[in-house]
């Protein structure tokens, strides 16, 4: 048997008027999620453990059945897996955005999507600026870099920026959580000032600016932590070999822990190369036990509040990835088990994560199915297997 993860980034969402009350699941024309709910056992999973925030970085690892008050070390250090930095004993790792700051307040968290050439030059410029024994900034996909700090402490309150656009970017400023953290906060804030006089005058942000685009005239540092004790799904379940398909260095480096192969993963946009990953996907179930791909499209369109972006993020992962792949694993000798699932909501309205459960269905041709005709998040509500949590859904996976 082989196994293949089809995770749409923050593809769930609630009900939206402009929809007549359908979520942008339910709305999308989708046959090839309509053909596997018809041959799939269903349900929902919590992926957001109690205590924890709704990020990517917690959802993904809970969709892999981690143990996250045991594993979870923070979203730095997972990204620092992908670009091939090592974390060493007594430093702390934190992802460093990017970011667009107008008028005192958090524009976006992404800097406008920043071309990769254009951050590399920007964090290169920090870096010589900036950077010391103590702290050091390395390069990572477009708005997403690292920031590794020796000595720094981890028990610290920081602010996800897609969490609070428009809001005072002051009032949201890296807080100690006890006293020792007090002289970590005040470092990371002090990297936040002295970055935006940097880059204000950055010629990449004057031709940003000129072209009428968001310059990055910001870095905002969160989500702190220090090198994870992970298993591997070897180790845990025995699984040979398996790839990680995904743009998003955050994915790519919660697989690389996981003890899975990186693949190239086009870009992390709506406009991503579906076609490409797709492909990637077919091309690695032949020689391998276990595959992840991961698809970013759909997370931005909802923090972008484009109701019809997302819907259409969607079709596109239905017709464009879903269904070569699940055509080719029909057509194979050996029996493929494909899952379908979003890693979190990130519904229009909020423009953010949040800790509801997501739909999931199992497909497998000629294996048991619940009868149900749709995939979307009512569905799955109705669907066999009840709603999980922990490692429920991978085990359920590879059983």
Not at 251 to 261: E, F, H, N, P, T
Request: contains cysteine; charged residues 25%.
């Amino acid at each position: 048997m082989k196994y293949v993860i089809i995770l749409g980034d923050g593809m769930a969402d609630e009900p939206i008027p402009s929809l007549n009350g359908k979520t942008p699941l339910q709305a999308a024309d989708t046959p090839t999620f309509d053909y596997m709910a018809s041959r799939s056992r269903m349900g929902m999973l919590k992926t957001v453990p109690e205590g924890f925030h709704p990020g990517s970085e917690v959802a993904n690892m809970s969709v892999l059945g981690y143990d996250l008050p045991t594993t979870f070390e923070g979203r730095g250090s997972l990204e620092a897996a992908s670009i091939g930095v090592d974390i060493e004993r007594g430093e702390m790792a934190m992802r460093c955005n990017l970011i667009c700051v107008e008028n005192g307040k958090i524009k976006n968290h992404s800097a406008g999507h920043i071309s990769d050439e254009e951050a590399a030059e920007l964090i290169a410029f920090l870096s010589e600026k900036l950077g010391s024994d103590t702290v050091r900034f390395y390069p990572g996909i477009s708005y997403r870099h690292l920031l590794k700090i020796r000595g720094g402490d981890k028990r610290i309150d920081c602010t996800p920026p897609h969490d609070v656009p428009g809001t005072p970017f002051r009032e949201v400023l890296v807080k100690a959580d006890v006293p020792e953290a007090e002289e970590t906060a005040d470092l990371i804030n002090d990297l936040i000032l002295k970055s935006q006089v940097l880059l204000a005058n950055h010629p990449v942000n004057k031709k940003r600016i000129a072209e009428g685009k968001d310059p990055a005239n910001s870095i905002w540092p969160w989500s702190p932590g220090y090198r994870p004790s992970m298993p591997t799904l070897a180790e845990r379940f025995g699984i040979k070999s398996g790839v990680v398909i995904s743009a998003v260095d955050l994915i790519r480096g919660i697989g690389v822990y996981a003890g899975l192969k990186p693949v190239a993963g086009a870009t992390g946009l709506w406009n991503t190369n579906y076609e490409g990953k797709a492909k990637a996907a077919i091309e690695a179930m032949k020689n391998n036990d276990f595959v992840f791909v991961h698809v970013e499209a759909s997370d931005e369109a909802g923090h972008e509040g484009d109701v019809a972006l997302k819907t259409r993020t969607i079709e596109y992962l239905d017709q464009r990835l879903c269904k070569p792949i699940v055509e080719a694993a029909d057509r194979m000798q050996e029996s493929v088990r494909i899952a379908v699932l979003p890693d979190h909501p990130t519904p229009c309205r909020l423009k953010t994560h949040t800790s509801n459960p997501v739909p999931f269905m199992i497909y497998s041709k000629g294996e048991n199915a619940d009868g149900i005709s749709e995939y979307n998040e009512c569905s799955a509500i109705n669907g066999s297997l009840g709603t999980l949590e922990t490692d429920g859904f991978i085990k359920e996976l590879l059983k």
